[in-house]
DNA sequence: GCATTTTTGGACCAAATGGTCGTCAAATTG
DNA sequence: CAATTTGACGACCATTTGGTCCAAAAATGC
């Protein structure tokens, strides 16, 4: 017998839920929030999710597999690469302005606070950059046989170089947000590797 | 009248509390964990230093003067300026390879779990990196008066990407160390950027 | 030695924490 | 419809949280 289907829709908690983590950080958010968030009732979120941390771990697989999505949309191989990458960039010049600057980024957050703490968190953040380096090198690679790299400018190199660079532009941004100023990171990165 | 003196010596305590706060946090770090960390009751740290967000806070002061401190060593107006600037990459290499790249940075995990959160913390933050901007600036424009930066590199915009390249890599180490990646584009930095 | 001042240490507290469990409601299946 | 399976809900729990307070001790200055 099949009995009593769910209410709510898991995705759409999980959705909530990662919307409280991600401005709040994982310790700092409470169950109650949690609760209120995903309209939930403490009965219902523990026999769907287990606990506080089982959540918390769908939400970040959330938020890296949104990431990741979003990255290899930018990073389309049928595109122009230089085009690509320099979406990938204004991307990361868009989400360090403005309101979304504050809000910073899950997965940095996550990393710092609980990176080297908890196994499977960390396995997920390891994982993530990977393959956020992964795809950059990929991307380099086919600028470089395309010859619109600068010389010398080793693809594997650059793309951990560029991966740093954004990601650290979130973390400067949390506090000292400047659209301009990231405009004008960016574009000196371009500068200095593209030909 | 004097008064009892104190008996244990305020600076260690704040020391030993930035070494608890360091590893776990703000939020994650526990009252019991300071008293056994710092070796002091709770009337005594309650009495000195307010409540546990106030002696974040002077933890926090301390971390980032001993950072702004370490920066000024490098970057001194009587050495070479590429050496200084050397040198500092050199020391954020360090830091992201090896047992200190798990700890991670207490500046960087701060700005994320309380930037937008903590007025207070905020402006700490903040002012930190616009100092470290700032420096960094300066020996740059020192460099580019002395004709060893590549042309067309502006001093500030090449700061602030420093600065950002910087603290990522603070925070892609703090799950994926790899000493010889960090020295391979702090390497690709200087290569693209020196004369 | 005495009075005063300050520190110390821990008992104590209310509130909030994450988590469990039992009861009732609801939908499915035969 | 009846039986059964499952979900929803909130009362309840032990523990831990950050924080207060007070009695005792210790060092000072007179």
New interface residues.
Partial sequence: MRGRPREFDPDDAIESAMGVFWT??Y??TSLPELLEATNLSRGSLYAAFGDKHGLFLRALDRYIADSLTRLDADLDPRKDVLDGIQACLARYVERTSGAGA???CLI??T???L???DVEV?QR??RF??AMEARLTTALERAKSERRL?D???PS??A??I??????????S???ADRS?SQ??VQ??L???AK
Avoid: P, W, Y
């Fill in positions: 709040s950080g310790h700092a504050k809000r910073g940095v957050a990393a710092m606070e990176g080297s703490q960390e953040i390891r950059f990977k600068a010398e400018v080793e190199t650059a951990r170089l991966m740093c660079l954004l990601e650290g532009m979130r973390v400067v949390k506090t000292n100023s004008a990171v000196a990165l500068d200095r590797f």
